[in-house]
């Protein structure tokens, strides 16, 4: 690359570096009856437990198989969170539900190293050159690529059945191009907004390296939770995160990973994810329509 298109992107790494952190400085929860408030927005007593039940809410969707991530980002732009703070903070604030996942994996991974080994690097890696993506790209250009960002997740969200009956034929095998193209665009993906990135790495996995299911998860929440640990480091040091918001979130969201197996056996699995996709959808246009 020319020096004169490094500096150019060092530059805008910087500027958008900045603009994260003076979202992330001057967010703060509208007060009663504030234009913010009556246009759906929570109010500054309501915020803190607003975020714990967000979180509890996508720790038990996380459980469900869901994604996170579709309630975690809407419940952050209701709090008033701008977008791109809203993401980097919903990757972090999701970290230590995805932790316990990937802890509980146990024996479901035990005999998995060899593929650990081979997909765990690349897959790390790649994520973190998309969370490089997003800090260099300009918050505008982040604002109107979100919604289809939203929708694509929520539609991977709808189809979750049809991806999890795929089974591995026997004898067949994908070409490695189309595995490096793929894991490749789920991990760039993941580093850069990642709602949806674990269904489509599930798939993968089916597909290429474990044809059981409930292993395939496992060894899907190991590699995410890997893979989003340099990203959110990365949003942390660049003081893109909003705690005051993440930790509320975050801490809901172990609660919901805690409950989430005993909820899940109340309320059908069906009615979350459906709940969860439909609305994804309407906040995309909702978000479309604000960015034009």
Known sequence: MPRSGVAGTVRTGRAAAREALRAAEEWSVPPPGS????????????????????????????????????????????????????????????????????LRAGRDVAGAGPVLRRWLPPIVL?????AVLLV??????????????????????LLQPAIARLQVRRGSRLPPLAVAAWGGGVALYNGYFGAGAGIL???????????????????????????????AVLFAVLGAVVWRAALPL????????????SVARRVPA?????????????????LLVRAG
């Open 35 to 102: 234009p913010a408030c009556q246009a759906g927005g929570v109010d500054a007593g309501g915020a803190g437990a607003f975020l714990v039940v967000a979180g509890v809410v996508a720790g038990v969707i996380g459980t469900s198989g869901g994604v996170t991530s579709l309630v975690a980002y809407p419940a952050l732009l209701v709090a008033g969170v701008p977008p791109f703070a809203a993401n980097v903070t919903a990757s972090v604030a999701l970290l230590g539900s995805g932790a316990s996942s990937a």
């Open 126 to 130: 790649v994520s973190l050159a998309g």
């Open 136 to 157: 260099v790209t300009p918050g505008a250009v982040f604002d109107r690529v979100v919604p289809f960002l939203v929708a694509a997740g929520s539609v991977v969200l």
């Open 201 to 231: 790495l599930i798939t993968l996995l089916l597909l290429t390296a474990e044809p059981v299911l409930h292993r395939a998860n496992a060894l899907k929440n190991v590699i995410l939770v890997a893979a989003d640990l340099l990203p």
């Open 250 to 261: 975050g801490a809901g969201a172990v609660i919901g990973g805690l409950i989430g197996p």
């Open 270 to 286: 069906t009615v979350l994810r459906v709940l969860v996709g439909l609305s994804g959808l309407v906040l995309a246009v909702v």
